[in-house]
């Protein structure tokens, strides 16, 4: 809640606007992907496709089995079919009998995205909109003919790996591993016998995942436990390290692509993002590991503090921003969030009263 203030403060301070309402991301373990199928009948004396058929038959596509504990997310179309005329993008409009739809559901546990709304609203904001952070962060980082051929999004953060794919303009695969940058710092911090934010700090700073890559002469400076003596060590010996790691992660990334039949989908090659990818040889890694080409996804077509948030660092934040302003025109605001502003503001002062006076 804390840091959901301060980061709200400080934009609402470098934009010079206040908010009233967020996006917030939702990603973890318990995020799951699975691929659906509705079928309804064209209404209408007509038999012409229309904007309620299209409701009828994605409705239809999420009546799937959840356990009490899951809950929907998002109900992303992929391809509709006609009759028998298959690929369709757009059914409104077309004549025929039968409409289909296949979709992508992405569910989550009830509990975990009700934590993310309650630390939002406890912080005297509305949550518009709950987003899986990877297609957030595909908003900003891929571009469109990534999406029509096939593209895999893999988006490394600190405790998990963001997993989506992308063919024919359309998500067909969503899945998280309990797997990223704060595993890579824990095995340096044990490896190299070193603080947890010392190993945080040399990842950062001298890491790389492909040892191939290190020169032989060039060393690193390990800060030691209880006080004892800095340790001067090869960097390659801190390469060794991180490079299991990483390549642990792509490999589950490519065998659980493979056991969902995705293995040759992605035409268009891998997209790595998010602040592990920034550090030395993970591209050079993933395009030993998945034998395809890989590239740095890095926010694209923004404005602003363009110089500041082209970091795969930011992938996610810039994608929430982009994804929330394509559900709203820029600078509008809607009436109920209007309402709210001058009461979010009057709560928050009201509520630093209270803190210092207890």
């Known amino acids: 809640m804390e840091a959901i203030k301060q980061a709200v403060s400080d934009a609402e301070l470098q934009a010079g606007v206040e908010v009233a309402s967020v996006y917030a991301g939702v990603a973890g373990g318990h995020i799951r992907g699975v691929n ?144 990223g940058g704060d595993h890579i710092t824990n095995d340096i911090a044990i490896g190299l016998r070193t603080p947890i934010a010392d190993a945080e700090e040399l990842k950062k700073r001298s890491a790389c995942a492909l040892t191939a890559l290190v020169p032989a002469e060039e060393t690193v400076d390990v800060p030691s436990v209880g006080g004892r003596k800095p340790r001067h060590l090869s960097r390659q010996v801190l390469s060794e390290i991180v490079q299991p790691r990483v390549e642990e992660i792509f490999t589950l990334v490519a065998r659980d692509l493979a056991k969902a039949g995705f293995q040759d989908s992605a035409t268009a090659g891998v997209v790595v993002t998010g602040g592990t990818s920034i550090m030395e040889g993970v591209a050079e890694v993933a395009e030993v590991v998945f034998e395809q080409p890989v590239r740095r996804g890095a926010p694209h077509d923004v404005g602003g503090l363009f110089d500041v948030v082209r970091s795969p660092i930011h992938a996610t934040a810039v994608g929430l921003a982009l994804y929330g302003a394509r559900r709203q025109a820029v600078g509008y605001v809607s009436a109920e969030a209007a309402g709210r502003t001058w009461f979010v503001r009057a709560g928050r002062r009201l509520a630093g009263w209270f803190s210092e006076i207890l």
């Not at 992303?76 to 289909?100: A, I, N, Y």
């Not at 999004?153 to 989506?164: E, H, P, Q, R, S």
């Open 36 to 179: 659906s199928r509705g079928v309804v009948a064209v209404s209408g004396k007509e038999r012409e496709v229309g904007a309620a058929d299209v409701d009828r038959v994605v409705d239809a596509a999420r009546a799937i089995n959840l356990p009490p504990d899951r809950e929907i997310i998002h109900v992303l179309p992929q391809t509709f079919v006609v009759d028998d005329q298959d690929g369709v993008r757009e059914p409104v409009g077309m004549s025929g009998v039968r409409l289909e739809a296949e979709v992508h559901i992405v569910t989550g546990a009830i509990t975990s995205v009700q934590n993310v709304v309650r630390s939002v609203n406890r912080a005297g904001l509305e949550v518009e909109d709950i987003v899986l952070e990877p297609l957030a962060s595909a908003e900003a980082v891929l571009f469109p003919d990534e999406k029509e051929l096939g593209v895999v999004l893999i988006d490394i953060g600190g405790g998990t790996t963001d997993v989506a794919l992308f063919r024919e303009g359309a998500v067909w695969y969503t899945a998280s591993l309990p797997l």
